[in-house]
Nanobody, 131 residues
């Protein structure tokens, strides 16, 4: 049975950095696109960044371009989200999800709806940006 799980959240001051990790298991990593999403209290879910594992293509939401970087360690089935220059508006619960190329092959799947078609979705990790 496949699964993904995010970790690495915490409290950080504005301008600070955090690195989130998404650990995948139980499925063929290279056949999936892994996406990071976030949801702040009272707001809609937002796609942050996603990476298509078979070719490494990645996409970012405009709100995080130039500050966040997504990367993969295919040998360990891990996807990272390096978040720099964090702002209070980045405060949210972040979670990762995976979709197979059979179901969805767009590199911007996590950014541009529809994107409810997740094969796997993990529990979130809280990121709080505050002084």
């Amino acid at each position: 049975l496949g699964a993904v799980q995010a970790s690495g959240g915490g409290l950080v001051q504005p301008g600070g950095s955090l690195r989130l990790s998404c650990a995948a298991s139980g499925f063929d990593f290279d056949d999936y696109t892994i996406g990071w999403f976030r949801q702040a209290p009272g707001k809609e879910r937002e796609g942050v960044s996603c990476i298509r594992e078979r070719d490494g293509s990645s996409t970012y939401a405009d709100s995080v371009k130039g500050r966040f970087t997504i990367s993969s360690d295919n040998a360990r089935n891990l996807v990272y989200l390096q978040m720099n220059n964090l702002k209070p508006e980045d405060t949210a619960v972040y979670f990762c999800a995976a979709v197979s190329w059979v179901l969805e092959d767009r590199t911007d799947w996590c950014i541009v709806p529809p994107n409810n078609n997740m094969d796997y979705r993990g529990k979130g990790t809280l990121v709080t940006v505050s002084s």
